[in-house]
């Protein structure tokens, strides 16, 4: 009668989160509202047939985390100081991190090294553009990864390759809420689309990245409250960790699997992508300028036309972009001063469950990597820490995050 009790409350529960997809508009994107509204579906569908308490621990568990979604994506569209805010306060960036003239530079530094590297463009292998040549194309680069990258974090069964999509919208890694080892890669491939592309693609969202990420933070033998739940583009603490280890995945792919030079120049186009749209966001959301302003300052700082209006036009939510320029660095940082660790075969496994598990912020997870060191090599954890002490948010509780998110919660539960 109790579970019974239960299921009842949280199917209610689910109706109120349905009705909040209003918030989510205020983002303006049609896309992520309706992501929103098939995960809240998939849940109330799984909810109506659960039986156990634990199960349905684990439902309200992702049910949270689909009300902080609600809850930072309003937050972040409609006043100049959220985004900001949003930074400081989840993913402990400092105003110096922040600042518009380090990115100014940054972004003139990478555009300068992508010019030189633009020829490269020219040699790439082009994929005649149809769907099953495509698909099997990217099955033969998923085995290929498999064998080069993956070995050293986490063996996966042949049967969790995820199923292949192709789409002229979008490339990203899919997952419902309750299909906790299986998604799907969606690959953005249009005419002129080349193998090259598609490695450094398929590295991030599957081989050695999200998809990886993904099944080894689903694990059984991983208490719940250390699985990640997969919704959309959600801005969670842990997403600056994750999508550093993304891009560390690309960039380990391609030297592996690409030219020399090929690999040089995806490595420079990921650094100028990064940089600017991190850039991108803090001239929109915090000064507020226009699209075409913004256009005409990425490209006095050397960025090509073409590129910058790619960039804005594929701008997602506000700060999402960014988390890929401040998730490399920390990856970066963490991984300077672990690489004793990396040496160490038999620390090598303690690390990486570290990197790839864990909903935390870029703080939390310096700290766990630090305990790992510090017993062999005190010094090295000492400046771990204080070289991640400026990212230490304001809030430490987890549902303390932004000021929004309570009430919600209160109001669903």
């Not at 309003?74 to 105003?95: D, F, H, I, K, Q």
């Not at 064998?147 to 192709?166: C, G």
């Not at 864990?358 to 005190?378: D, I, N, S």
Request: a negative charge; hydrophobic letters at 40%.
């Amino acid at each position: 009668m109790a579970a019974r009790a239960k299921l009842a409350e949280y199917d209610t529960a689910c109706d109120r989160l349905l009705s909040k997809l209003d918030l989510l508009l205020k983002v303006k994107s049609v896309t992520l509202a309706e992501k929103l509204a098939e995960e809240a579906l998939a849940l109330k569908s799984v909810c109506e047939g659960l039986k156990t308490d634990s199960s349905l621990e684990l439902w309200k568990l992702h049910l949270t985390e689909l009300c902080e979604y609600i809850a930072v994506c309003s937050a972040a569209a409609p006043l100049p100081e959220a985004s900001y805010s949003l930074m400081l306060t989840v993913w402990g960036c400092n105003r110096e991190l922040i600042g518009e003239e380090k990115l100014r530079s940054e972004v003139r530094r990478a555009a300068a090294k992508y010019r030189r590297l633009a020829h490269v463009k020219s040699s790439l292998k082009e994929i005649p553009y149809r769907e099953a040549i495509v698909v099997d194309e990217a099955r033969r680069i998923l085995r290929e990864l498999r064998e080069v990258t993956t070995r050293h974090v986490v063996e996966l069964p042949d049967d969790l390759d995820p199923p292949i999509s192709v789409s002229p919208s979008y490339s990203g890694y899919v997952s419902g809420c309750f299909n906790t080892m299986k998604g799907i890669l969606v690959i953005n491939f249009t005419p002129g689309g080349t193998r090259e592309e598609l490695v450094s693609v398929i590295a991030h969202e599957v081989y050695p990245g999200h998809h990886v990420q993904r099944v080894f933070t689903s694990r059984a033998d991983l208490p719940a409250t250390m699985k990640l739940n997969w919704v959309g583009r959600a801005l969670r603490c842990s997403t600056p960790v994750e999508e550093g280890l993304a891009q560390l995945a690309q960039r380990i792919a391609e030297e592996k699997l690409l030219e020399p030079e090929v690999a040089e120049y995806f490595k420079a186009r990921r650094e100028l992508y990064s940089r600017a749209r991190a850039l991108i966001d803090l001239l929109a959301h915090y000064y507020g300028m226009g699209e075409a302003e913004i256009r005409d300052e990425l490209v006095k700082l050397g960025v090509p036309g073409e590129h910058a209006d790619n960039m804005l036009s594929t701008q997602a939510t506000s700060c999402m972009d960014s988390a890929y320029y401040y998730g490399e660095m920390y990856v970066e940082w963490i991984l300077e001063h672990a690489s004793p660790l990396l040496e160490d075969r038999e620390l090598s496994w303690p690390l990486y469950k570290l990197l790839y598990t864990g909903y935390t912020t870029p703080y939390v997870k310096a700290a766990q990597v630090a305990k790992l060191l510090e017993e062999e090599h005190p010094e090295r954890a000492r400046s771990l820490l204080e070289r991640f002490e400026p990212t230490r948010p304001r809030y430490q509780k987890r549902r303390k995050r932004i000021e929004i998110i309570d009430p919600l919660l209160e109001e669903v539960f």
